[in-house]
């Protein structure tokens, strides 16, 4: 952690030349992060078989350099979900997480049988399978 203080304010921020830093960005990110995050707020909301995060954030969390900041979340909802729920869920992700989160709906097997430039494109690259049927934390 590196701090300094600019009047009665102080200001903290990670030090990512700390031997630390990997292993407990990667534990905050799994407990409190975006996977979290959207995770949470997608669990209650019906006909949901599966959703996954793709696109720039999934491959920056799998490492892959990028040339511009992640400006937004994309998951992938697998299913026949309820919409007005599914957008009012994720209206919550959005303000908890300070960007956009933009969805996209597909039949429940298009993973394994889609086609077409947008299954080629989501395939080839990183994805983030969300756990929505974890147990409640305590």
Same mark, same amino acid.
């Given at each position: #952690?590196i701090?300094?203080?600019?009047?009665?304010?102080?200001l $903290?921020? =990670?030090?990512?030349?700390?031997?630390?830093?990997?292993?407990?960005a990667? *534990?905050?990110?799994? +407990? %409190?992060?975006?996977?979290?995050?959207?995770?949470?707020?997608?669990?209650? *909301?019906?006909?949901?078989?599966?959703? $996954?995060?793709?696109?720039?954030?999934?491959?920056?969390? @799998?490492?892959? =350099?990028? /040339?511009?900041?992640?400006a937004?979340?994309?998951?992938? /909802?697998?299913?026949?979900?309820?919409?007005?729920?599914?957008? +009012?869920?994720?209206?919550? =992700?959005? !303000?908890?997480?300070?960007?956009?989160?933009?969805?996209?709906?597909?039949? @429940?097997?298009?993973?394994?049988?889609?086609?077409?430039? %947008?299954?080629?494109? *989501?395939?080839?690259?990183? #994805?983030?399978?969300?756990?929505?049927?974890?147990? =409640? !934390?305590?």
């Amino acid at each position: #952690m590196i701090s300094r203080r600019i009047g009665n304010t102080r200001l $903290v921020r =990670a030090d990512v030349s700390s031997p630390y830093y990997a292993g407990l960005a990667d *534990v905050l990110v799994k +407990a %409190f992060g975006v996977p979290a995050v959207v995770a949470e707020v997608l669990a209650d *909301v019906r006909g949901i078989n599966r959703a $996954v995060i793709y696109g720039s954030w999934a491959a920056r969390h @799998a490492g892959q =350099a990028g /040339v511009r900041p992640v400006a937004d979340i994309d998951v992938l /909802v697998l299913g026949d979900p309820d919409r007005d729920q599914l957008y +009012a869920a994720l209206d919550g =992700a959005q !303000k908890r997480l300070g960007r956009p989160v933009q969805c996209t709906i597909r039949d @429940a097997d298009w993973l394994e049988h889609g086609s077409g430039s %947008f299954y080629e494109t *989501v395939t080839s690259r990183p #994805m983030l399978e969300l756990r929505l049927n974890e147990p =409640a !934390k305590p």
